[in-house]
């Protein structure tokens, strides 16, 4: 079976002429109203470390099979992960069998799964996890499987039948972009007339922006979170370009994004190859400061001790988690230095600067307190902690005050700030 590329070939063989079978200029949507992801979901998710391997007798603990998510459920509870907060468990594509069942309904692969789906998901939920899983809007998922276009109704039901949580509801081999967005939105009610909370993962945006740009807050009503961005790959050039889209995006999405619904950005691949030590801390910042869903994908067997630290330090994933529910932005660019913000609860703010430069050695920038935090953040004093690379206290600030920080290559340094105006009177 040949994986086919989700973004290049974008599977949905959309043409121009159906752009004016849908309807656009629909008002201002609220959230999804199933009442999930209050924050961003966290968990694991298999795909860009495991990809779509099949052969589980040359390689039994790498295939996609019950055996790797029952070990990755054991040390979600065992190693920490679960009480960090990580608590989807995520199958992606190709657990399926290659047909649907006698009566039309998916099944998994029996000899990879062969307790099934619903035998997965209880032993999921015996360690207080959720279980996700993956299908697909069109007439087959992006690696060959069955495709859900004609038995949305059917997959809905049958996925809270087996105790399915999230659904990671992909774009390919969809015949137009009517019927790309028709299906998305049918799901979308088809899961919530099941009766079961399932969160809602949707691709809509991705497979629609290469031919009409996507209307965010009609996808708000209907989706949990959506990408928007080609699949992530364990590198720095990827990452880098996700940072970059979402930047020259960003008066279009930051402001959709909040409680029940989020831009997401794909998945956290901290812990794998690719990435630098400098890089894997950029990215778990960002991801913080984008509010963005947190879903690693690595092994979870074979990780080390400083990958695991950064994916499981609580301040980080407090700014990720923040109940405000606002999403961050780069405030600035200037000599290969980006410096992005988000608003906190309680007047706190994050702050990330990042040295985008990949060549030579560590640089100094130095910030204008007052720049920050749409210039109330510090006014007239603020109380700032460096929590990464290393978290150590920088003290307190005036509204008038320079701060300057020195990043490695490649790397972030995020900050958080915090309003204590009358503590900091008192003590300055």
């Keep these: 079976?040949?994986?086919?590329?989700?973004?290049?070939?974008?599977?949905?063989?959309?043409?121009?002429?159906?752009?004016?079978?849908?309807?656009?200029?629909?008002?201002?949507?609220?959230?999804?109203?199933?009442?999930l992801a209050m924050t961003p979901t966290m968990g694991w998710l298999h795909w860009e470390r495991f990809m779509c391997n099949l052969d589980c007798q040359e390689e039994p603990d790498s295939c996609i099979s019950e055996q790797l998510f029952m070990q990755m459920a054991e040390l979600m509870v065992s190693d920490g992960w679960k009480d960090a907060g990580y608590e989807y468990l995520c199958i992606d594509d190709?657990?399926?069998?290659?047909?649907?069942?006698?009566?039309?309904?998916?099944?998994?692969?029996?000899?990879?799964?062969?307790?099934?789906?619903?035998?997965?998901?209880?032993?999921?939920?015996?360690?207080?996890?959720?279980?996700?899983?993956?299908?697909?809007?069109?007439n087959k998922t992006c690696a060959g499987f069955p495709g859900s276009f004609g038995y949305y109704d059917v997959d809905a039901q049958t996925f809270a039948d087996w105790g399915v949580d999230l659904l990671k509801f992909d774009g390919c081999y969809c015949d137009s972009i009517k019927h790309l967005a028709d299906g998305y939105k049918y799901m979308s009610l088809a899961l919530n007339r099941t009766g079961r909370s399932i969160v809602y993962s949707c691709e809509w945006p991705l497979y629609m922006s290469p031919l009409k740009k996507p209307n965010y807050e009609e996808i708000r009503h209907y989706c949990n979170h959506w990408r928007s961005f080609a699949d992530i790959s364990d590198s720095w050039q990827s990452v880098k370009s996700i940072l970059d889209w979402t930047s020259a995006h960003q008066d279009r999405i930051v402001g959709v994004a909040g409680p029940g619904g989020w831009n997401d950005p794909d998945m956290l691949v901290i812990g794998n190859f690719g990435l630098s030590w400098d890089q894997q801390v950029t990215q778990m910042a960002l991801w913080a400061i984008m509010a963005a869903p947190l879903l690693m994908s690595n092994d979870l067997r074979n990780i080390s001790p400083q990958a695991k630290a950064l994916l499981q330090?609580?301040?980080?994933?407090?700014?990720?988690?923040?109940?405000?529910?606002?999403?961050?932005?780069?405030?600035?660019?200037?000599?290969?230095?980006?410096?992005?913000?988000?608003?906190?609860?309680?007047?706190?703010?994050?702050?990330?600067?990042?040295?985008?430069?990949?060549?030579?050695?560590?640089?100094?920038?130095?910030?204008?307190?007052?720049?920050?935090?749409?210039?109330?953040?510090?006014?007239?004093?603020?109380?700032?902690?460096?929590?990464?690379?290393?978290?150590?206290?920088?003290?307190?600030?005036?509204?008038?005050?320079?701060?300057?920080?020195?990043?490695?290559?490649?790397?972030?340094?995020?900050?958080?700030?915090?309003?204590?105006?009358?503590?900091?009177?008192?003590l300055l």
């Excluded at 994986?3 to 043409?15: D, E, I, N, V």
């Excluded at 799964?113 to 299908?135: C, D, E, Q, T």
């Excluded at 999403?327 to 660019?333: D, F, M, S, V």
Aim: charged share 20%; proline share 5%.
């Design 94 to 138: 190709c657990w399926m069998a290659p047909q649907r069942d006698s009566e039309g309904r998916l099944q998994a692969d029996l000899q990879r799964f062969p307790g099934g789906i619903h035998r997965l998901a209880n032993y999921v939920h015996s360690k207080g996890l959720k279980l996700g899983i993956y299908a697909d809007v069109g």
């Design 1 to 35: 079976m040949q994986l086919r590329s989700r973004y290049h070939r974008l599977g949905c063989a959309l043409a121009l002429r159906f752009l004016a079978l849908v309807p656009w200029g629909i008002p201002r949507a609220r959230a999804l109203d199933n009442g």
């Design 313 to 426: 330090d609580k301040d980080v994933i407090a700014i990720n988690q923040d109940p405000l529910g606002k999403q961050g932005y780069q405030l600035r660019k200037v000599s290969n230095f980006e410096v992005w913000e988000r608003p906190l609860l309680d007047l706190a703010w994050a702050v990330a600067v990042i040295n985008q430069q990949e060549s030579g050695g560590p640089r100094s920038y130095t910030i204008s307190i007052a720049s920050l935090g749409r210039g109330v953040a510090c006014n007239p004093a603020c109380h700032i902690t460096q929590l990464l690379p290393v978290k150590r206290e920088l003290g307190f600030y005036e509204w008038t005050s320079m701060l300057k920080i020195r990043i490695n290559p490649t790397g972030t340094v995020l900050l958080r700030i915090e309003d204590r105006s009358q503590t900091s009177k008192s």
